[in-house]
C-alpha cells in the first residue's frame, strides 16, 4: 500500500501536538504516542499519531498471533494496536476466568489511514494515497481544533477489587509458593475500579501525562473503549537486526529535594532485595529472547541502572540481541511474550499462581501497545501506570502490582502499589 508523505516544519512543536490529541475525536480508531523528549539512548521519534482504520485485525486470544502475522504480512505497511496480557493463553496452554469490567478485544491492530510522526520540530505526515488531498485541510483544521473541554460531573468512587486484609493473605499464599521452589518471582497486581462512571478521555489522559510525563505514554481510542498510558516501561524494540528489551523491577519515591533524591538514588542501587528482583527478570529474558536471537548475540547492555521519573525512581535493565532478516517479527514478540517483567519466573508457573490469586482478568493491563513499520520494524510499550475506560458501560480502571520474591515484606508491597497508584487517583478525582 502506498504512502503520500509531506514533511513540515512547525514553530510550537507543543501547541502542534495539543492540536493534534484533540483532533483525534472524530476518529473512531487512533493511537497517539509521546516520549515526553525522556531522554534514552533508544528513542528514535519524539511522537506518533496514527488514525483512521483503513484495514483492522480484531480478535480473541486464540491463534491470535497467526492472524497478526498474516495481516502485518498482508498489509506490508504501518500497523498499530496492541497485544493483551491474555495472548498468553495463545502462546501455552494457559486460561483467563477472572472478571473483566472492561471487555476489550484480546488483540487488536490496524492499518491507518493517516500517520503524523514527529522528532524535534519536524513533522513527517504519511497519508494512504486515497487520502493525500486531505493532507493541507487536515493541517488547517489541526492549527484551528479547540480542546473538547469536559461537562461531566466527576463523580469517581474509587473501589478496591481486593481489601487490605485479603492482599496480604494472597501475598503470603505466594511467598508460600516461593519457600516450596514453586517459583522465584511473582508479580502480582491488584484492581482499583470505579462504577457508573463518566470521564472525558483526551482531558483524563492530558493531566495525566502532564504529572507523569513518562517516555511511552499513549492515548488510545477503539470506539467507546479507551487507553490512558503514564507508562515508564519499554516492552521490546526492533530496529533493524537489532531487537532491545527493557525490563523495569525496583521501584523508590520520589524526594522533594535533590539531596534527598540522592541518597534514595544510591539506596534503590544498591537494595539486594530490589537488584534481586530485576536480575531475576533479566535472567528470563535473557532466556526468552535467546529462542529468536543469533546464537551467542544476547547480552546485557545495562543491569539495574536508576531511571527518575516524576512520581518514582526505577530500576531499569536493557539487554539486547541480534535476529536474522528470516525470521518474522511477530514470531520474536511471541517469543516473549507476555513479558517477564509482569509474570515472574519461572514464567509458566507465575503465570499459573498470579491467574488463580488475582480477582480481575488483566486484559490491556501489562499488555503491550506500539506499531510495525513498513519494513518489519516495531515497538511497544507496557501497559502499566494506565486508566483504561469502558465508555458504553461507564466503567474506569486502572491496575498496579509489584514483584513478590523470597524476601518481600507484605506491608511494604502493598505502600509500593499504593505509590504507583497515586497518579492514576489524583487525576480521576481531580480531573472536572
Aim: charged letters at 25%.
Amino acid at each position: 500500500m502506498q504512502r503520500t508523505n509531506q514533511i513540515i516544519q512547525v514553530s510550537n512543536i507543543s501547541e502542534f501536538k495539543t492540536n493534534l490529541l484533540n483532533w483525534t475525536h472524530q476518529f473512531k480508531t487512533a493511537v497517539w504516542l509521546d516520549s515526553n523528549n525522556y531522554q534514552q539512548k533508544h528513542s528514535s521519534l519524539d511522537a506518533v499519531l496514527a488514525v483512521g482504520a483503513f484495514s483492522e485485525i480484531k480478535s480473541n486470544y486464540k491463534n491470535a498471533f497467526a492472524a497478526l502475522k498474516k495481516f502485518q504480512t498482508k498489509t506490508n505497511d504501518y500497523i498499530f494496536g496492541y497485544l493483551s496480557y491474555d495472548l498468553k493463553n495463545d502462546v501455552e496452554k494457559l486460561e483467563s476466568h477472572n472478571f473483566d469490567g472492561l471487555h476489550f478485544p484480546d488483540l487488536y491492530f490496524f492499518q491507518p489511514k493517516k500517520i503524523f510522526l514527529i522528532k524535534e520540530n519536524t513533522v513527517e505526515i504519511k497519508y494512504l494515497n486515497q487520502f493525500s488531498s486531505e493532507i493541507e485541510t487536515d493541517l488547517r483544521n489541526i492549527k484551528l481544533i479547540k480542546s473538547q473541554k469536559s461537562k461531566v460531573e466527576n463523580n469517581i468512587k474509587i473501589k478496591l477489587r481486593i481489601h487490605k486484609d485479603e492482599y496480604f493473605q494472597k501475598i503470603n499464599s505466594i511467598l508460600n509458593h516461593i519457600h516450596r521452589g514453586d517459583i522465584y518471582e511473582a508479580s502480582f497486581c491488584q484492581e482499583f475500579y470505579s462504577e457508573n462512571s463518566t470521564i472525558n478521555p483526551v482531558e483524563v489522559y492530558q493531566n495525566l501525562n502532564q504529572i507523569s510525563k513518562p517516555p511511552f505514554a499513549t492515548f488510545l481510542k477503539l470506539n467507546d473503549k479507551f487507553l490512558l498510558s503514564a507508562s515508564p516501561e519499554r516492552y521490546l524494540k526492533k530496529n533493524g537486526n537489532t531487537v532491545i528489551s527493557q525490563p523495569i523491577k525496583g521501584t523508590e519515591k520520589r524526594a522533594n529535594s535533590k539531596k534527598e533524591d540522592s541518597i534514595l538514588i544510591k539506596e534503590l542501587e544498591n537494595n539486594p532485595k530490589e537488584r534481586a528482583e530485576n536480575i531475576m527478570i533479566v535472567d528470563l529474558v535473557r532466556n526468552d529472547l535467546s529462542r529468536s536471537a543469533i546464537k551467542g548475540s544476547v547480552k546485557v547492555d545495562e543491569l539495574c541502572k536508576v531511571y527518575t521519573f516524576e512520581q518514582v525512581h526505577q530500576l531499569i535493565s536493557t539487554i539486547s540481541c541480534k535476529v536474522k532478516p528470516s525470521i518474522h517479527p511477530v514470531d520474536i514478540i511471541k517469543d516473549t511474550f507476555p513479558m517477564g517483567s509482569m509474570t515472574g519466573a519461572p514464567k509458566i508457573s507465575a503465570m499459573k499462581i498470579i491467574e488463580e490469586l488475582e480477582e480481575t482478568k488483566r486484559g490491556l493491563y501489562s499488555g503491550a501497545v506500539g506499531y510495525f513499520t513498513a519494513n518489519g520494524d516495531f515497538d511497544f510499550n507496557v501497559i502499566i501506570r494506565s486508566i483504561l475506560y469502558n465508555k458504553s458501560e461507564k466503567y474506569v480502571s486502572y491496575s498496579v502490582g509489584g514483584a513478590i520474591t523470597a524476601q518481600s515484606i507484605p506491608e511494604k508491597e502493598y505502600e509500593e502499589c499504593l505509590l504507583k497508584a497515586k497518579a492514576m487517583k489524583h487525576v480521576l478525582l481531580n480531573t472536572k
